[in-house]
C-alpha cells in the first residue's frame, strides 16, 4: 500500500503504468467506497480508436470468478487525468477479449 500511496503523491499518470512495459507490480484502483482492489495487468488493447485496459483482479471481487478478467475503457477526465472505468456493454467486452485472444494466437504461432 506504501507504494501506491507514493506514485499518488507522484501523480503517475495511471495509462504510463500500464504501458511500462517493465512494470510487473499489481495495478491498484479505487471502488466508489474508496477501497483499494489490486489487479494483474493482462494485456491493453486498441480498439476503434480507443484503449482498453485487461485487468484480473487479485483481491477478491463479488460477483467476479477466481479465472475472470475484466475489461476496462481507458478515458482522459475533465482535468486530463488518465481513468478506468469498467466497460459495461457486453458486446464491446467480448469484442475487446476477442482482439487479445487473437494477440496471443499470433504471438503462439510465431
Known sequence: MEKDIK?????????????????EDPITLYDENSKAIKFDQVAIIPLEEKL??????????KGVADDEAIVFAINENDNGET????ETDEPLAMRVFDEYYKLLDDQNKK
Not at 7 to 23: A, H
Not at 83 to 86: A, D, F, S
Open 7 to 23: 506514485q499518488q503523491e507522484q501523480n503517475i499518470d495511471i495509462l504510463d503504468i500500464l504501458l511500462d512495459e517493465d512494470n
Open 52 to 61: 482498453f485496459a485487461i485487468l484480473k483482479p487479485i483481491d477478491e471481487i
Open 83 to 86: 481513468t478506468l472505468i469498467v
